[in-house]
């Protein structure tokens, strides 16, 4: 494991304003939740998922974030909206707590959303957001992922690619067994603590031919040269353009860093990691975390008194998608 950096705050003028946040997938593991609204917009605690991606955002200093949505996402444009009506209601009630928290999305950036039109892959989802993009380095953020609210993981991010230029990914070692999952990366030394040089990349490689047990986790700094390599790379994996593949290419080129990360990642996209992360934030909140904190102890241990009858193993997890 490569330790990770102290995160810094210097450097030089970062040219990233913009993120863009892939939010077009159909949620079908959380169905029926998600028949009618966006697996998104599923509380994580009292925010909607979406919401935690787009402060991580806005706390890195990108104050302009472009959703890539599909049909059926209104309900992500009205969080990212004003909500007039329900604003005065808690105005003439004094309810300023509330008032605040309806007000926040709106205040936390310039929101935009665009269609995908056609479900083609996260590759050609981020190919949509070009035009808005124009030829600055952006961020990409991918909704299902969460990463703990207090971590600096993506301001060291854009810290590297204003040092070096080129493409930065988010890297997280992972059990072999796991790396089947996600995109992974041949990584080399690149001098610095808590950084590589992205050698290779491919998506969802078998555990036998992974070249590493790194593996990419849904952050990116992406230089504008992508969008040239995406137009041209052809449907990979599940039929689907690959961002992997996009920037497997650009590590060819030898222009691709990893920013190793090892902090709190939660993946909400799966609905057992989903329950696991609500309880975690849950405990951590100042508010609501010491009476559930003591709750869940009771309630944990009330279940080892049953003999453990409700604790299923994780291979009988009636959750695990
Ligand atoms: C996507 C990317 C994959 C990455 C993962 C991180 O996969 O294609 O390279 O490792 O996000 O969450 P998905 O999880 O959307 O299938």
């Given at each position: 494991?490569?330790?990770?950096?102290?995160?810094?705050?210097?450097?030089?003028?970062?040219?990233?304003?913009?993120?863009?946040?892939?939010?077009?997938?159909?949620?079908?593991?959380?169905?029926?939740?998600?028949?009618?609204?966006?697996?998104?917009?599923?509380?994580?605690?009292?925010?909607?998922?979406?919401?935690?991606?787009?402060?991580?955002?806005?706390?890195?200093?990108?104050?302009?974030?472009?959703?890539?949505?599909?049909?059926?996402?209104?309900?992500?444009?009205?969080?990212?909206?004003?909500?007039?009506?329900?604003?005065?209601?808690?105005?003439?009630?004094?309810?300023?707590?509330?008032?605040?928290?309806?007000?926040?999305?709106?205040?936390?950036?310039?929101?935009?959303?665009?269609?995908?039109?056609?479900?083609?892959?996260?590759?050609?989802?981020?190919?949509?957001?070009?035009?808005?993009?124009?030829?600055?380095?952006?961020?990409?953020?991918?909704?299902?992922?969460?990463?703990?609210?207090?971590?600096?993981?993506?301001?060291?991010?854009?810290?590297?690619?204003?040092?070096?230029?080129?493409?930065?990914?988010?890297?997280?070692?992972?059990?072999?067994?796991?790396i089947?999952?996600?995109g992974c990366a041949a990584?080399?030394?690149?001098?610095?603590?808590?950084?590589?040089?992205?050698?290779g990349l491919v998506e969802k490689p078998a555990?036998?031919r992974a070249p590493?047990?790194?593996?990419?986790?849904?952050?990116?700094?992406?230089?504008?040269?992508?969008?040239?390599?995406?137009?041209?790379?052809?449907?990979g994996r599940?039929?689907?353009?690959?961002?992997t593949d996009?920037?497997q290419?650009?590590?060819?080129?030898?222009?691709?860093?990893?920013?190793?990360?090892?902090?709190?990642?939660?993946?909400?996209?799966?609905?057992?990691?989903?329950?696991?992360?609500?309880?975690?934030?849950?405990?951590?909140?100042?508010?609501?975390?010491?009476?559930?904190?003591?709750?869940?102890?009771?309630?944990?241990?009330?279940?080892?008194?049953?003999?453990?009858?409700?604790?299923?193993?994780?291979?009988?997890?009636?959750?695990?998608?």
């Amino acid at each position: 494991m490569i330790a990770s950096p102290t995160p810094t705050t210097t450097g030089p003028a970062r040219a990233v304003r913009k993120a863009v946040v892939p939010a077009a997938g159909l949620g079908t593991r959380f169905l029926p939740a998600t028949k009618a609204t966006p697996k998104e917009m599923l509380p994580v605690v009292d925010k909607p998922a979406i919401q935690y991606v787009v402060e991580e955002a806005a706390a890195a200093g990108l104050d302009d974030v472009l959703m890539i949505t599909g049909r059926h996402k209104r309900a992500i444009e009205d969080h990212f909206d004003n909500a007039l009506e329900l604003e005065q209601t808690l105005a003439a009630k004094g309810d300023t707590v509330r008032l605040d928290a309806i007000r926040d999305p709106a205040r936390l950036a310039a929101v935009h959303h665009i269609r995908q039109g056609e479900p083609l892959g996260l590759g050609h989802a981020v190919l949509c957001a070009r035009r808005h993009v124009g030829d600055q380095p952006f961020a990409v953020l991918l909704g299902d992922d969460l990463i703990g609210p207090r971590e600096t993981l993506l301001s060291r991010m854009l810290d590297v690619q204003g040092r070096h230029g080129g493409s930065v990914v988010a890297l997280m070692e992972v059990p072999e067994d796991q790396i089947h999952l996600y995109g992974c990366a041949a990584v080399a030394p690149s001098g610095e603590d808590g950084v590589v040089r992205v050698t290779g990349l491919v998506e969802k490689p078998a555990p036998e031919r992974a070249p590493s047990r790194y593996a990419v986790i849904g952050r990116y700094v992406l230089d504008p040269a992508v969008f040239g390599v995406l137009e041209r790379t052809p449907p990979g994996r599940g039929g689907e353009i690959q961002l992997t593949d996009a920037l497997q290419e650009l590590a060819a080129d030898g222009t691709v860093h990893g920013v190793v990360f090892d902090g709190p990642r939660y993946d909400t996209g799966d609905k057992g990691e989903y329950l696991r992360t609500v309880v975690r934030l849950a405990c951590e909140r100042p508010d609501l975390g010491p009476a559930f904190t003591s709750w869940l102890k009771e309630f944990v241990a009330g279940l080892e008194d049953t003999g453990g009858r409700s604790v299923t193993r994780d291979s009988e997890d009636p959750l695990a998608a």
